[in-house]
């Protein structure tokens, strides 16, 4: 396990507005997890939120089917399973898996990241009403302004 230090350190450098695309991806990846973790305890505090519902929740865990009634947290994200080779608009070639949406055990255990590109993270507010509280759209304006 990483010790806070350390976390914080590798933090800082993946935040710099310089750091590249795939090594902010490696820290997210790296850390999916604590980052997890960490934004669920942000979003109680009241220090992130407000973000959009989900139109149309998911029912199951894609990997598992666990009932997602009964979670706290679901992720709808990347995975590491099944990769594919895709290329973006400027012809770079990357490895991604398949996206799932997934129980937080199993993203755990088979997740990528919570990220813009990587995954969003969804908290239960009330019975099958879903709010992201991270890795949604950084560009996209809060309705409520």
Known sequence: MTDFGTFVDELRAAANPYASFDDR?????????????????LDEVGVIGANPMHVDPP??????????????????????????TVSDPDGVTRQIGAWANMCFACFSRDGVAVGWGSGQLYVQRRPGEWQCIAGGDPRAQDVDE
């Open 59 to 84: 029912a199951h865990c894609d990997l598992c089917s666990a009932d997602l009634a009964q979670e706290v947290v679901f992720i709808d994200g990347e995975t590491r399973l099944d990769s594919t």
């Open 25 to 41: 991806k490696a820290f997210r990846a790296r850390h999916a997890t604590l980052l997890a973790q960490m934004l669920v305890c």
